[in-house]
């Protein structure tokens, strides 16, 4: 969880965000030892503030990813300081009005979902914009959690996986089938906040309240590492968000982003704004017909 005019959260959504120009600050707990110390650093090579708590006396936890013949990925992860943050981790984190605000779902997975609560109860009547990512735990977080973060009225953003998940909890499973369009506009309505639904390579759909789904195409590329695709998109999407770019633009802009950083091996290889204004010349070219200009 974090902040950000900023943008913000775990340092994989922070860093697409510092590339893109807009100054990232990241409000996670950062805990005691050699993660943590590669935290930091990481922190400190891209430009991003810490502005959360810090716990000594137990490191970060650590995530070991790995990714299949597909692209397609598997993880073993450890919890560490992050997961065991006592209830004021977030009390000193102040959004101004411009600033977006990130919330990953993992945080409502451990004992910081208490630190999260007191901060969307101190922060409810908000002017700044909040993003959240469901995360695939959303599936275990507190029912009383997931009805306040709806109160809190963020655009909610997930995989198709997630977002019937998100149905799932909310009761909003329907006849009409669970496809991603269908998924995106049940849950629009029903959350009654906007809704992006991550499609892969099919690009994304999004629904805001009171309109039906749109969809936003996706970019042909051959994957190779998939891993951090959805945090690159949504930290370019929140990068967007506070420039000021209108929702669908700025999910074209994250579908692009992630389509760049799929053709690329580790999880932090958000691309350029300059090479996604590139993909996009190619793609305008490509879809009249003159791939090689």
Excluded: K
């Excluded at 430009?47 to 299949?68: P, Q, S, V, Y």
């Excluded at 992006?196 to 309240?209: H, S, T």
């Excluded at 053709?263 to 003159?290: I, K, M, N």
């Amino acid at each position: 969880m974090a902040s950000a005019r900023r943008s913000a959260p775990a340092t994989t959504c922070s860093i697409p965000s510092a590339a893109w120009g807009v100054a990232a600050c990241h409000g996670g707990v950062i805990g005691d030892g050699p993660w943590a110390a590669m935290i930091d650093a990481a922190l400190r090579r891209d430009g991003i503030r810490h502005i959360g708590m810090r716990c000594d006396g137990e490191d970060n936890g650590f995530c070991i990813a790995l990714t299949d013949a597909r692209a397609e990925r598997t993880f073993i992860s450890c919890r560490g300081a992050e997961a065991h943050a006592p209830a004021d981790a977030f009390d000193a984190i102040e959004p101004g009005a411009s600033d977006v605000l990130y919330v990953s779902g993992y945080t409502l997975a451990h004992r910081t979902a208490e630190a999260l609560r007191r901060f969307l109860r101190r922060t409810m009547g908000h002017r700044f914009a909040a993003v959240v990512d469901a995360s695939p735990v959303i599936d275990a977080a507190d029912m009383a959690m997931l009805r306040q973060l709806r109160d809190y009225a963020p655009v909610w953003t997930c995989n198709e996986r997630e977002a019937g998940l998100l149905m799932r909890r909310f009761g909003l499973d329907g006849p009409h089938g669970s496809g991603a369009e269908q998924a995106c506009r049940r849950l629009a309505e029903g959350l009654g906040s906007p809704v992006i639904v991550r499609a892969g390579g099919d690009g994304a759909w999004m629904c805001e309240p009171g309109a039906g789904p749109r969809h936003v195409a996706g970019f042909p590329v051959a994957a190779v590492d998939t891993n951090g695709a959805g945090d690159c998109h949504t930290g370019v999407l929140c990068a967007e968000l506070t420039r000021g770019t209108p929702l669908p633009e700025a999910v074209r802009t994250a579908n692009a982003a992630a389509a760049i950083a799929v053709t690329r091996r580790g999880p932090a290889t958000c691309p350029s704004r300059q090479e996604v204004r590139a993909l996009f010349g190619a793609d305008t070219r490509r879809r009249h017909g003159h791939p090689e200009a």
